[in-house]
């Protein structure tokens, strides 16, 4: 049972270019979502599903899109990669009961130059 | 929507003493607070949690409380190991979606 996995886990990419991060989970949740992380602002939500094929803003959506094709994974993806996106992006996922609590991937680390 | 305020942002403490965390939000609609610790290159995971309907939760050397007249939350950590050092962050949310709003996290160093 892996859990929620992120990939890729490093990538440094020039402004201007694209790129796609994928998350899988295994454990059949419901809701899915993308956060980053920047040193003393927490995690700020970017897009979130709440279910296969629906997908929906979160705090920080610009620059970034989603897609939940398939109720296992998720995809954020970046169209024209700008230095403010620089971060480390968690994927997190949680069932249907509603217990609250949020199972977070290991988190990718994007640097942008 | 949610906003959540966590103080302090650094916490330093000695082994064996108490540490308190605090937080307030909001939005009076939020009925979900829980509480995660981030090791350093580690990805966040949830050490306690609360909901509205309740004031006060432990867990062996961790307890939470909760105030939601006045919308605030609060960690408290006894008898602090080195291994309690890391980042806490609280949230609140809950609802449809699940949705969690952060504060901005403490660094909590336990000096031995």
């Known amino acids: 049972n892996a859990g929620v996995t992120q990939t890729p886990k490093f990538r440094v990419l020039k402004t201007g270019q694209s790129m796609t991060l994928l998350c899988a989970q295994d454990?059949?949740?419901?809701?899915m979502y993308w956060y980053r992380q920047d040193p003393g602002m927490g995690l700020r939500l970017i897009h979130y599903?709440?279910?296969?094929?629906?997908?929906a803003k979160g705090e920080v959506p610009d620059g970034y899109n989603v897609s939940r094709l398939k109720k296992q994974n998720f995809l954020l993806g970046l169209e024209s990669a700008a230095p403010s996106q620089t971060s480390v992006y968690f994927c997190?996922?949680?069932?249907?009961?509603?217990?609250?609590?949020?199972?977070f991937g290991e988190g990718s680390r994007l640097t942008v130059l | 929507g949610e906003n959540v305020e966590q103080h302090p942002s650094t916490l330093s403490v000695q082994e064996g003493d108490s540490a308190v965390i605090k937080c307030t939000y909001s939005?009076?609609?939020?009925?979900?607070f829980p509480w995660y610790k981030q090791e350093l290159g580690k990805r966040p995971q949830l050490i306690i949690d609360i909901r509205s309907n309740v004031g006060e939760k432990k867990d062996q050397r961790i307890a939470v409380t909760l105030n939601k007249t006045a919308k605030h939350f609060s960690l408290h950590i006894t008898e602090t190991q080195p291994e309690d050092s890391a980042v806490y962050f609280c949230a609140a949310g809950g609802g449809a979606g699940n949705m969690l709003t952060f504060g901005g996290g403490t660094r909590l160093m336990v000096k031995p």
């Open positions: 939005d009076s609609a939020s009925n979900y």
């Open positions: 997190a996922s949680s069932p249907l009961s509603n217990t609250g609590e949020l199972f």
């Open positions: 599903s709440v279910g296969e094929g629906t997908t």
């Open positions: 454990m059949n949740h419901e809701y």
